[in-house]
């Protein structure tokens, strides 16, 4: 783990002393100075055009580019009012003081402007008097003069009541101006006259009569002499190509002055800037201001913006290089949290300045905290957190920082302290994103081994808050250090309502000795989410402390009285608004966008418009110091509220009602996103990157695998250019405000559902972040698309955490599948997903179908109510419930918030019916007491009241277009009343018993009304005659009514629990749905006109599909008191369920009901085409069959799978589509092969036949019959032509493709089969030990070899020399294929092997994975582990190689796949599957990948979008054609010799090969061992335990570990080979000595059998 600088471990550490290593703001604040009208025109084209070009270009670096023009938008008057003017010097520090790079731009000529000077504001006593004297002597009248200044020691200040003010004349202050500027200048010409212009006291005369810009440019070169930051500035020096000629009337003596200071400045300028930072220009002569439409002028300010942002440019990249926040070494989680840390120490620094703790009973709770902290921490007990409340101006945040202060000194230990301002910051506004960042940032502090970010970290809430809790204990070891974490106004920490953990439960109850934790609230402790026993907790121990009310808020509200005066209330109001209503502030940037108009350039913005330009903004911040603070965050300084009750105190004035609140959140969103919409006014080129949805085809979306188009992207998009990129701020400030100001379409499409916002969030900020705007906006809004996007990220967020380049994958796996309209705002999001994964170009995998279901959970919402519910009917805005209660009054329930918003009180019965109009947003209820009231929903209030009926409303319905209300009652009667006015428009009394429900369907049209007295009723709105009768079953009553959407079905319940389903237009009886055991409460019918819920009495509800009548779910409600009401709402989104107190919010889209509402017995369906949309995507689940087996071809450009169902179906895998389906086997197909030319797909099956298919025109050409038993595995030899197959008894057979033939036949049981590239050998295991080899060509030739424990994967090398085998034993061995030899021994793993890969083209490499969740790349020349490739947090289940081994893909338990580049060892690319995986296939150049999941019938195809990997050929080889060709040769003629024993490497052969390595000493010991000979080569743990014991006999210390001793044996072979010797000695030869060779580097083949052969041969005849 990198421990960070020295100086950001002690800023983490809690200590506030200030360093250059601190980052300062990303913010270029360059001030702009000249003369007044002769640069007017330049000073417009850097501010309109240069500004906004460097803005553009370092976006995307977060950098702010401000250029700052007090002179823009006022008058020249204004601009020398020398009260407003100071503010303008002021200005200019602070661009010295915050500006990164250059903070100044004077813009001057080589002669002198005539410029009205500026009134000093100091005038030396004895100067003054001198002043006033020459008046006497002039006869000017000195009494202004006196008026203006007053005496103020020995000078003479500048009278600050002649400053400027909106209240004040402000003409008649100018004329009072321009006379002392008169007086002033006569008295000063006629002293200079007086005395040598060359002397020290003309110059000091001459500086009281100094323009603006001499000012400005002073005031910068006293900042450059004496910046100690090395702050830079621009010299811009115009020359005039043809100069006008001096005027002959000669210059009077204030010109002269005037001229020679302007020369100093300017000697003083070059002297004091370097070379490069001076732009001298020339420009053709005029004698008024700069014409952009003249040629000449034209060009000369085209040059200089040229000049002017090549320079800055150049002076911003040297501070960037420079900088010491750059983030360069240092990690990303160290650099969020040091500036998130930051932020908070400067707002902690700014208070503890400026508030002073005064009061005496704030100091003595300071000095009881302290001393309890000091008790506790001396008498090594445990205790409680501190807690201290007060309302808002209590003093309880000045409390807490002076509390940070002192403890510095409190304890004689270090203390480490942590300070968060609850909601000041995007990370400390929300419990998840808060308790993260302190708990990095305490394992930063505590430099905690196993890193900042555990391997395994997750933000869900649950993890966090063990996370905390473990850290927290884990400080009890700390025995030096003291650890207090701070945190202020708790209260505003959003919770929300993901947190598994509730509201503050996070906050410990017990704390360590050495840990204390303080916070303070503006709640009381018995509002805030605390639990029961944390609440006791604070009452018993005497840690909750409570504070008196302050006088901060009267404070505040004189405060704004007096800016109201100074800069008008409506200018004024306008800033407050805008500033009361951002979350955490607006930069001065943005707060000018939003008050300085701009379309005129040269006009006045004045005050009294309500608008600020540059200069009155800068006075009226400064005016704001003391209840504003500049706060710095995200690199940003933005201006914020400095306390909570000047934030409240200006909501109460200027945002009182909500729509002045919703329109001061819609202009800032519009800042925002203004330049967004206007890109998308363009029309995109890009086609639609999904296709063909219905079949997930995308058009031309593969490339040949064979070298085809290299640029081929995976989807074939092209993405729409956006205007701007999504910066930090939008992420951080702008979503909220197009939320609030409930502008919900442009919040989807310009936030949560813009893949754009949604990768900014990722990437500027955290994945966690994100998840916690996403649960933010829920709670103000129900929308399908929002809630798969939130579930996408919810479920995403760890893998996103480790790696954020999935989202895009992400987003494509999940949601793709669930788009069901095009050119929504899903589709929307999805395609810029697909176009941002075919614009990125490093590797990245990308899946091309979809395998995952909806992720939208299945119970959106739970909603706890109030007085029971009788009735459910949606508002016209889609996010509030209209509720009537069993008892009481109609409600209005916000539903994601589950607030109470309004009670509808007017009737005095209750409600029996409620009906809601979407077109004029009126309510309609009707109740006991035999009215009916219509109110208006917009305003809450009631629109007027009809009594028609005489006993109770039972129904009630609205026909808009016709204006009419129809109602239904127990009167029998139909009444229909005008709903203008509420006049009686007919009666009819048709019906014979109450009237239980009435419906307008048809645009208004017609009318249908169902009574107990058994019919149904149709009428005619227009004349309103009846049309048809419906009678009911028996006779019986209908109690309830209901139609479909398009007026086909008519749906009736008929007594308690009958359900009749019939056609509306005949009244035929189509079903009778199935009596049920407990009655009918409440039914509705979907809005695609196909389902029907059926609520029951007795709890939960019933989902019939109404075409067939059948049951598609039961659907089990958490109301134990049974269902009273249903609701679908529009588009079938959400179905809601109320019952007792509680109404549900289930997902009920037809794609989530096939994943929610899966059929608990599905029938076989009909052979006729469905019309229904239900039955048609139930059918398509049913085709979606479990694979069993997966095979890719070696071009990768097919992949064939097998299923229980005995299918083989082939897969386009550059389209992801079916191209065929093989049906032919009666059993399950338990292997599935493609031959090395790509012509034949092979399956063998449970039914014990193999069935060969060619792929080109997908027929059966030939089935094999010759086992007796289920086909286990098979394979085909690099002929084509052979198959090599095993069933379950463990015969193997060899056999003809082409005829059926049998070839061969053996008895090996096993459950793999491999064959040599050369197809001489093949090797079987059968899941033991042991690994049988045998010669396809000769019989005899046979070989076992062993591990320890069981052989669990392995794969022969391509050049056929090779088996290379991973075991149980944590080891893997390479076999020599012609011999059985033990080559090498490659030891590493920590657990078992189960995986192990080889490439085509790199015959030394090989690559393996382990249940250590780690993968390895060896050499198997050396036995060395190249690398160690550790990511996966799962086993490794399989792994690939690509064929020129490049690259490598991984699959584990994790569920997710992983690239890897072999040669660096380093991951390239993962992809999160949420599935558990079996195995996958690739192409050799790892384009495609097909995935074989567990239980699933998918086929994920991913793509390997810019593989690093190059296509390789697989070897191919012709067979012989005749049939004895291919069988094996007959054994060899016996020699005169016996024949020589083939054994493994550990008996004959080692010592053979090694023998001379054996000592002399040691042969007695090796004779005696002479007759053990190892048919198994030792393990490595036999290796280790000998090594221990040799080491005790020598009396060395502690012998190797297993681990140890395995991981020696592998780098060093030769001590590998003298262990072996040990344990398998081999036979000591007496004829000749052998020398020491390597079987794998010196020789492929053995060539000193013969010799021994015939050695041997010698010694026996």
Not at 317 to 323: P, Q, V, W
Not at 1425 to 1454: N, Q
Not at 1533 to 1544: D, G, I, N, Q, T
């Amino acid at each position: 783990m990198a421990v960070p600088e020295a100086v950001v471990m002690e800023t983490l550490q809690g200590f506030s002393k200030s360093s250059d290593k601190w980052p300062c703001p990303r913010h270029v604040k360059v001030f702009v100075s000249s003369s007044f009208n002769d640069y007017r025109e330049e000073r417009k084209q850097l501010l309109e055009m240069v500004g906004p070009e460097l803005q553009a270009t370092y976006d995307d670096r977060q950098i702010e580019i401000e250029l700052v023009d007090m002179q823009y938008g006022c008058s020249e008057t204004e601009a020398e009012e020398p009260h407003v003017f100071q503010d303008h010097v002021q200005e200019i520090r602070v661009c010295h003081e915050t500006s990164k790079a250059c903070f100044f731009i004077w813009l001057s000529s080589s002669e002198s402007h005539t410029s009205t000077p500026v009134l000093p504001q100091i005038i030396e006593g004895s100067e003054f008097q001198k002043i006033l004297h020459q008046c006497a002597i002039l006869k000017v009248e000195d009494g202004p003069l006196k008026e203006w200044y007053s005496k103020d020691g020995d000078t003479y200040q500048l009278n600050k009541k002649k400053g400027w003010d909106l209240t004040a004349d402000r003409e008649s202050l100018f004329q009072e101006r321009k006379l002392v500027q008169e007086i002033l200048s006569k008295c000063i010409e006629s002293l200079l006259a007086k005395c040598d212009l060359s002397s020290p006291e003309a110059d000091k005369y001459a500086q009281l009569l100094r323009s603006p810009m001499e000012i400005h440019c002073q005031t910068a070169l006293d900042l450059l002499e004496s910046d100690s930051q090395q702050k830079e500035a621009l010299a811009v020096l115009r020359e005039w190509k043809n100069p006008k000629e001096p005027s002959k009337n000669g210059e009077s003596v204030l010109e002269k002055m005037a001229k020679r200071r302007l020369s100093k400045l300017r000697a003083k300028l070059e002297a004091v800037l370097p070379e490069d930072n001076i732009i001298h220009i020339k420009a053709p002569w005029r004698e008024s201001a700069a014409d952009p439409e003249e040629s000449g002028q034209a060009n000369y300010l085209s040059e200089l913006r040229d000049e002017v942002r090549g320079a800055l440019e150049r002076l911003i990249e040297k501070d960037l290089s420079g900088e010491p926040d750059s983030g360069k070494g240092r990690k990303k989680t160290i650099q969020e949290v040091f500036q998130e840390h930051l932020t908070h120490m400067n707002l902690f620094r700014d208070h503890f300045n400026k508030q002073k703790l005064d009061k005496d009973a704030l100091l003595g709770i300071v000095d009881k905290i302290k001393e309890s902290m000091t008790t506790h921490y001396n008498s090594q007990a445990k205790h409680a957190p501190t807690l201290i409340y007060g309302p808002h101006s209590s003093g309880k945040t000045t409390l807490l920082t002076h509390l940070y202060e002192c403890c510095e000194t409190l304890f004689k230990k270090p203390v480490l302290r942590i300070i968060r301002f609850s909601a000041a910051t995007p990370r400390s506004a929300y419990n998840l994103e808060l308790l993260r960042v302190v708990c990095q940032q305490i394992s930063i502090i505590l430099k905690i081994p196993e890193g900042y970010l555990p391997k395994d970290a997750s933000f869900d809430p649950l993890y966090i808050n063990n996370w905390f809790q473990s850290l927290l204990k884990r400080c009890e070891d700390m025995d030096n250090e003291i650890l207090i974490i701070f945190i202020d106004n708790i209260h505003k920490v959003n919770p929300l309502e993901c947190d598994i953990v509730n509201g503050l439960s996070w906050v410990p109850m017990i704390l360590p000795k050495n840990v204390f934790f303080v916070c303070t609230s503006s709640v009381p402790m018995e509002q805030l989410q605390f639990t029961s026993a944390q609440k006791d907790k604070f009452r018993s121990s005497g840690c909750y402390h409570q504070l008196a009310t302050g006088t901060l808020v009267d404070d505040a509200e004189k405060c704004l009285d007096d800016l109201e005066g100074r800069f008008g209330r409506e200018a004024f109001a306008r800033l407050s608004r805008y500033i009361t209503c951002a979350e955490f502030g607006l930069t001065e940037t943005e707060l000018l966008e939003l008050l300085m108009p701009t379309s005129n350039s040269d006009a006045v913005i004045s005050l009294e418009d309500g608008d600020f330009n540059f200069s009155t903004l800068c006075a009226a911040r400064r005016q704001m110091d003391t209840i504003m603070v500049d706060k710095w965050m995200s690199g940003k300084v933005v201006c914020v509220w400095r306390s909570a009750c000047v934030a409240e105190a200006s909501r109460r004035r200027y945002l009182s009602a909500q729509e002045q609140l919703r329109a001061a959140h819609h202009e800032v969103a519009n800042l925002f996103f203004s330049q967004f919409e206007e890109s998308d006014d363009t029309p995109s080129e890009s086609s639609d990157p999904g296709g063909d949805r219905e079949n997930g085809v995308v058009a031309g979306d593969g490339a040949n695998a064979e070298g085809g188009d290299d640029n081929a992207t995976p989807f074939q998009s092209t993405k729409k250019s956006t205007a701007a990129p999504f910066t930090q701020r939008h992420v951080e400030e702008s979503w909220l405000h197009l939320l609030l100001a409930g502008d919900f379409t442009r919040l989807k499409d310009l936030t949560i559902c813009n893949f754009d916002f949604l990768h900014a969030a990722v990437q500027t900020v955290t994945i966690s972040y994100l998840r916690c705007i996403l649960e933010h906006v829920r709670c103000y809004i129900l929308d399908r698309d929002i809630e798969l996007v939130y579930s996408t990220v919810r479920k995403s967020s760890d893998i996103l955490t480790r790696d954020h380049m999935q989202l895009g994958a992400q987003v494509i796996s999940w949601l793709r599948p669930a788009i069901m309209k095009p050119h929504s705002a899903l589709d929307g999001l999805v395609t810029a997903a697909m176009a941002w994964c075919d614009g990125y170009t490093k590797p990245l995998l990308v899946p091309l179908n979809g395998w995952l279901p909806p992720p939208i959970s299945h119970t959106v919402k739970v909603l706890q109510v109030s007085g029971g519910v009788r009735l459910l009917e949606l508002a016209p805005t889609g996010q509030h419930l209209l509720i009537a209660p069993s008892t009481g009054d109609p409600q209005l329930w916000h539903i994601m918030s589950n607030s109470l918003v309004h009670t509808f009180k007017g009737h005095s019965g209750q409600v029996l019916c409620m009906a809601v109009t979407k077109e004029s947003q009126y309510l309609l209820t009707g109740s006991e007491d035999t009215t009916i009231i219509v109110w208006d929903l917009q305003t809450l209030t009631v629109k007027m009241k009809i009594a028609e009926h005489i006993a109770a409303v039972l129904s009630i319905a609205c026909v808009v277009s016709r204006s009419l209300v129809v109602s239904g009652g127990e009167d029998s009667a139909i009444i229909v009343t005008s709903l203008a006015d509420g006049a009686l428009i007919m009666k009819l009394d048709h019906h014979r018993g109450p009237v239980t429900n009435v419906k307008a369907i048809q645009d208004g049209e017609v009318l249908v009304s169902c009574s107990q007295d058994g019919t149904v009723c149709v009428w005619s709105t227009d004349t309103f005659e009846l049309l048809n009768t419906v009678h009911s079953h028996n006779r019986s009553p209908i109690h309830m009514m209901d139609l479909s959407h398009d007026s086909v079905f008519l749906v009736t319940l008929e007594g308690e629990n009958e359900i009749r389903l019939r056609t509306f237009i005949t009244g035929t009886d189509l079903h009778t749905l199935k009596k049920q055991k407990a009655p009918v409460s409440c039914m509705c019918v979907a809005k695609d006109c196909a389902r029907l819920v059926i609520g029951l009495r007795a709890g939960g509800a019933l989902i019939h599909e109404m075409h067939t009548g059948r049951a598609l779910r039961v659907l089990s409600a958490p109301q134990p008191s049974g269902l009273t009401a249903l609701l679908v709402t529009d588009n079938d989104d959400f179905l809601f369920a109320a019952g007792a107190n509680r109404v549900t919010v289930y997902s009920f889209h037809t794609e989530d009901s096939l994943t929610n509402f899966r059929p608990t017995k599905p029938k076989k369906l009909k052979s006729t085409p469905s019309t229904s949309l239900v039955n048609r995507l139930l059918h398509e689940q049913s085709l979606i069959l479990p694979i069993s087996c997966l095979d890719a071809s070696a071009d990768g450009q097919l992949a064939a799978s097998g299923c229980p169902q005995g299918l083989v179906r082939i897969w386009q895998m550059n389209t992801h589509t079916l191209q065929s389906t093989l049906r032919g086997h009666n059993g399950q197909v338990n292997c599935v092969k493609f031959s090395i030319n790509n012509l034949l797909v092979i399956s063998g099956s449970e039914d014990k036949t193999l069935m060969v298919w060619t792929v080109a025109d997908s027929t059966h050409t030939l089935t094999y019959k010759g086992h007796s038993s289920s086909i286990q595995t098979l394979t085909i030899l690099h002929d084509s032509r052979r198959v090599a197959s095993a069933d379950v008894t463990g015969n193997l057979h060899l056999w003809l493709a082409d005829s059926g033939i049998q070839l061969q036949n053996w008895d090996y049981p096993c459950n793999t089969v491999l064959v040599t590239t050369n197809m001489k050998f093949a090797a079987c295991t059968n899941g033991d030990n042991s690994v049988s080899i045998w010669s396809l060509s000769r019989e005899e030739e046979r070989w076992n070899v062993c591990h320890a424990e069981a052989v669990t994967c392995c794969a022969l090398s391509t050049d056929s020399l090779y088996l290379i085998t991973g075991s149980k034993d944590m080891s893997l061995k390479v076999w020599q294929v012609n011999g059985g030899k033990l080559a090498q021994v490659l030891v590493g793993h920590s657990d078992i092997v189960t995986c192990v890969a080889v490439s085509v083209l790199n015959k030394t490499q090989v690559i393996s994975g382990s249940w250590d969740c780690n993968l390895i790349v060896w050499d198997i020349n050396t036995g060395s582990d190249v690398h160690l490739l550790s990511g996966h947090l799962g086993k490794v289940t399989c792994v690939r190689v690509s064929g020129d081994g490049t690259i490598a893909v991984s699959g584990a338990e994790d569920k997710t796949l992983i690239v890897w580049e072999t040669k660096r060892g380093l991951a390239l690319t993962s992809l999160q599957l949420h599935v558990p995986m079996l195995k996958f296939e690739m192409a050799t150049d790892c384009s495609r990948i097909a995935v074989l999941l567990l239980d699933k019938g998918c086929l994920p195809i991913i793509c390997l979008h810019n593989t690093p990997a190059t296509y390789v050929k697989m070897p191919t080889y012709s067979a012989p054609k005749e049939v004895d060709d291919l069988r094996p040769l007959a054994p060899k003629r016996p020699m005169k010799r016996l024949l020589k024993k083939e054994v493994s490497l550990d008996t004959y052969t080692w010592q053979k090969k090694y023998g001379h390595l054996t000592s002399s000493a040691m042969m007695a010991q090796v004779d005696e061992r002479l007759k053990r000979r190892f048919s198994v080569s030792a393990s490595m743990e036999e290796i280790s335990k000998i090594q221990q014991e040799k080491s005790k006999e020598l009396g060395s210390q502690s012998g190797l570990g297993p681990e140890q001793a395995a991981l020696a044996q592998s780098q060093h072979f030769d001590q590998l080979e003298a262990l072996w010797n040990k344990i398998s000695p081999p036979r000591r030869r007496s004829n000749k000595g052998l020398s020491k060779q390597s079987s794998l580097i010196e020789t492929r083949y053995d060539s000193s059998d013969e010799e021994h052969t015939g050695e041997e041969g010698k010694n026996v005849f």
